[in-house]
């Protein structure tokens, strides 16, 4: 049996405070047309299945492109569909029916004190199944430990810089 390196259950997340009312940055988290124009890894996500909306078991593919020229194409299972406060989906690198979800996506909105404010956070949680962080800790397990921590370290990087990207979008088409 493989050893799991800490990484099932890792966990990551950003909370930040933005100027956009909750309705809007909800419209935003979940217009999967617009997430490769706000990612740095995420380059696509779209609908499948005659889908065009957030519902639990609603099903979407999504395209990663990693800085080492990787790319991948997952499929993704919603599993919150709250609006306008939770969004959430686990990502398979097969169909769904045959493996475990190697992590849990979610987005979870609160209006802020402040009107027209949100508190918005964004988390990543690894799962069970199959991942490149999993096979980068076998790969090289005495360095494990770092790889793991840089690969969280990285998708908090990427979570803030699509969060403020998506916050200036919905900010310019107000004027």
Not at 39 to 56: K, M, N, Q, R
Not at 76 to 84: E, G, I, L
Not at 137 to 144: L, S, T
Request: glycine share 8%; with cysteine.
């Amino acid at each position: 049996m493989d050893q799991d390196f800490g990484v099932t259950g890792s966990h990551t997340e950003v909370e930040l405070l933005v100027d956009v009312p909750v309705e809007r940055l909800w419209q935003a988290v979940t217009d999967l047309s617009r997430i490769g124009d706000w990612s740095p890894e995420c380059t696509y996500a779209g609908w499948l299945d005659s889908h065009s909306a957030p519902t639990v078991g609603a099903r979407f593919e999504a395209r990663n492109r990693f800085p080492n020229g990787l790319v991948t194409q997952v499929e993704c299972v919603v599993v919150a569909a709250d609006r306008p406060y939770s969004f959430g989906w686990n990502v398979f690198g097969s169909p769904p029916e045959a493996t475990e979800a190697f992590a849990t996506w979610r987005y979870d909105l609160r209006p802020a004190a402040r009107a027209n404010q949100t508190v918005v956070r964004q988390s990543f949680t690894h799962g069970p199944g199959e991942s490149g962080a999993r096979a980068a800790v076998r790969a090289d397990p005495g360095n494990a430990a770092a790889l793991l921590q840089g690969r969280l370290d990285q998708l908090r990087r990427n979570m803030t810089t699509t969060i403020e990207a998506m916050v200036r979008d919905i900010q310019s088409r107000r004027a």
